[in-house]
């Protein structure tokens, strides 16, 4: 019988050790034996736990959602100014901890497999939601409201590709696309972004 309060110590060892396995095997060659290899446990203990590779795979997403939501709300709470909770938002989602290599590859796998696996695309989906509501939250409190949708789903887009760009190129890149990113949202709230079609200002 496990000990009391061991579960989610063993938890989240399956998790890192899912995370480290995707990092160097990658997914298709990530398996419940490697797992349980890298947790130093029996591959019963994963099924005890989560059932398998797809309910591990979910579970680990959820752990990396949890840490960059930690890493925004942290700078977020520091935050003063409207310029202040735009710039928190962008540092937390470039923040060391989400270019550490087997976060990468983490995080690469779940966009991908996000199109075919439903729960992984509703977890997707609530990041983005997420992301969007904060950085509207903050244009909104100095802009005009269709300004502030379009600087939202401008600098939402922006740190998507941004990080994707740095993650591909090794992480080597990553202050470059941060700086980006604030020249971004400094000009939105300077009032000198582009516009975009209504029809684009319309979509949810």
Sequence with gaps: MP????????????????ISSIGRYGYSETTVH???QAAGV????????FGGKGELLEASMRALLAELRREVV????????????????????????QFAPPVVAAWLVFWSQARHE?????????NHRRLHSNLHHAFAQALPPAAAIRAAKGLA?????????AALSGARDVEVARAIAQRFLDLELNGQGAAIPPAMNDRR
């Design 157 to 165: 887009a922006m740190i998507d590709g941004l990080w994707l760009n």
């Design 34 to 36: 490697r797992i349980s």
């Design 42 to 49: 029996s591959s019963g203990i994963i099924h005890h736990y």
């Design 74 to 97: 942290g700078r977020l709470a520091r935050a003063t100014t409207p310029r202040d909770r735009l710039q928190a938002i962008v540092d937390g989602n470039f923040a060391p901890s």
């Design 3 to 18: 000990k009391l309060g061991m579960e989610p110590i063993r938890r989240r060892q399956l998790i890192d050790a899912t």
């Design 118 to 126: 439903p729960r992984l695309a509703r977890l997707q989906r609530i």
